[in-house]
């Protein structure tokens, strides 16, 4: 069975999926490296509502930004000035909620 939350609502709802993964990886800052391996992970899939299908969320181009023509230049003046990453899932959230919100 599975499971989505439904993280934003309007005239694009996205839904998520979370499960847990091992990955190993290494975080480094200024002074320090630390590397991990087989850290336990909560990883979220997003997914958006096709024909009442979901469907995961792999390209922010071919997918989102032909739902959100009628507010391109809103959306790619809020990108720029944000300097969002659109294959970031934080920063895809973000351009999401900017959108539905306006």
């Given at each position: 069975m599975k499971f989505y939350e439904l993280l934003l609502s309007g005239e694009i709802p996205l839904y998520g999926k979370s499960q847990l993964i091992e990955k190993s990886y290494v975080n480094r800052d200024k002074n320090t490296v630390e590397v991990f391996f087989n850290k336990k992970l909560i990883e979220t899939q997003l997914y958006l509502n096709d024909n009442n299908t979901l469907v995961k969320l792999e390209d922010f181009e071919t997918q989102?930004?032909?739902l959100m023509k009628d507010k391109i230049k809103v959306i790619s003046n809020y990108i720029i000035s944000k300097q969002l990453d659109i294959t970031s899932k934080v920063d895809?959230?973000?351009?999401?909620?900017?959108?539905n919100n306006h």
């Open positions: 989102l930004h032909p895809i959230i973000m351009i999401i909620e900017h959108y």
